[in-house]
């Protein structure tokens, strides 16, 4: 069903990519700029269709370097606006997502992980980009990066991003995978009036002299996340710069303002993580053995723990919806109680090395990867489970690795 400002609503039957492309329509998103890449390029196929039925605007750009670029400056306009890649894109993009962080711009960028690195395997599955989400641009700063498991999510959680971006002024990665952003399920979609569309603090007329508007200035209420932002054309005053600055955004180099810019950058995320992350948890309370995963991984871990626990084995599932901030309280919490972590992902334990890292040798953590191209099998993850409680051995072929050897 679509309503009469073009929204659809209801029950439908939608690959992840398109979800993810509703959710931000749904969202209030009106301006898209993106390249072509597989397998993210129905993102931009579907808002290439649906972006004019509810007036708003698409655009494909060069690269993906200008496709970042475009999505800052449109935000600054007054839009919110999100662009989709993978990969290769993604690399492109860390330049100027890091220029986003620094201006405090918000924006979201959906990337649907393939296997690599280069161009590697550009239609099959990866969760290679994970550490990159976190440290791929330079410099010191915190950025928040959900993951879905089904096209269900794809939408909740890209409205999500959109959410976070225009609370904390900050570009809001979604890292899906290829297997999730291309698989067809079931995606119900609830009016606008059922969900949170949260949007940006703006400046009022007359709060402050437009020639005076201190567009990075400390907030003075303690309830406000981030300074208001003023549009673009509206009269105000002020710099937009990547150079450390000052609250009217002109450039400021020297020790004290980069001091108070980063703070403020790392501050507004770290004092509000338990806000923003979100995990899934089952069957914890009595586990001796707590998988840890994401994505599609979560998902195909579902039957190895079944199975496990038929086998007598205490087995609890924590899903990282929310993978930055990582939730290391969480994990320092159950390490301290549990005999072993088992982490599954696509890639060879970027994650993993996280739960190691909270874990602090309270728990050992074992491994289990694939380096791309296809979902794990779930044998190695069941195999990886009994060997974590101590009832099997498993070969190292299965690329299963053990901390505190």
């Given at each position: 069903m ?5 929204l ?9 990519d398109?979800?993810?492309a509703?959710g931000a ?30 007036d ?5 750009m ?6 970042m ?6 935000s ?8 989709s ?8 993009m ?7 962080i620094m201006?405090?711009t ?43 498991d089904?096209?269900?999510?794809l ?17 809001v ?16 979609i609830?009016?606008?009036e ?22 990075y ?12 932002m ?14 450390t600055h ?15 810019n980063?703070k403020?950058?790392?501050n507004?995320i ?11 948890e089952?069957?914890?309370?009595d ?24 086998e ?11 993978v ?13 109680g549990?005999?072993?972590?088992v982490?599954p ?14 874990s ?9 990867h694939?380096?791309g ?7 190695k993850v069941?195999n ?10 498993a ?11």
């Open positions: 679509m309503s009469d400002q073009g659809l609503t209801g029950e439908h039957f939608l690959m992840g398109y979800a993810a509703e329509i749904l969202a209030g998103c009106r301006f898209f700029a993106g390249y072509p890449i597989t397998p993210a390029t129905e993102v931009a196929e579907r808002m290439s269709t649906r972006l004019p039925q509810v708003g605007i698409y655009i494909q060069e690269d993906e370097l200008a496709s670029n475009a999505i800052l400056g449109a600054w306009a007054g839009a919110k606006a999100m662009t890649t993978s990969g290769p894109g993604f690399s492109l860390m330049e100027n997502l890091g220029l986003g201006l405090e918000p924006c979201v960028v959906v990337n649907v992980q393939r296997g690599g690195p280069s161009t590697g395997l550009p239609t099959l599955v990866g969760q290679q980009d994970m550490m990159q989400a976190r440290w791929g641009s330079h410099g010191d700063y915190e950025i928040i990066a959900l993951s879905p089904s096209p269900q999510e939408f909740d959680l890209t409205l999500r991003a959109f959410n976070l971006a225009e609370k904390f002024r900050t570009p990665l979604v890292m899906t995978d290829a297997e999730v952003g291309h698989m067809t399920e079931k995606v119900v609830p009016s606008p059922e969900v949170e569309i949260i949007n940006r603090a703006k400046v009022k007329k007359g709060d402050m002299e437009p020639s005076h508007f201190r567009i200035r400390d907030t003075d209420n303690a309830t406000d996340v981030v300074s208001p003023a549009i673009a054309g509206e009269g105000y005053r002020y710099h937009v710069t990547g150079l000052d609250e009217l955004g002109y450039p400021a180099m020297n020790a004290d303002a980069s001091e108070w980063i403020r950058l790392v507004k770290r004092a509000h993580r338990h806000e923003i992350i979100q995990i899934e089952r069957d914890i309370e586990a001796e053995v707590v998988v840890v995963s994401y994505g599609i991984s979560a998902r195909t871990s579902l039957w190895p723990i079944e199975q496990a626990r038929q007598g084995i205490r087995v609890g599932y924590l899903r990282l919806i929310t930055w901030p990582f939730p290391e309280e969480r994990i320092r919490q159950l390490a301290k549990i005999r072993a972590f982490v992902e696509i890639n060879m334990g970027q994650m993993m090395r996280e739960v190691e890292r909270c602090a040798g309270r728990a050992p953590v074992f491994g289990v694939r380096l191209g296809d979902i794990l099998e779930p044998h069941l990886a489970i009994r060997q974590a409680a101590g009832r099997s051995d070969s190292h072929d299965d690329l299963i690795t053990r901390s505190m050897e």
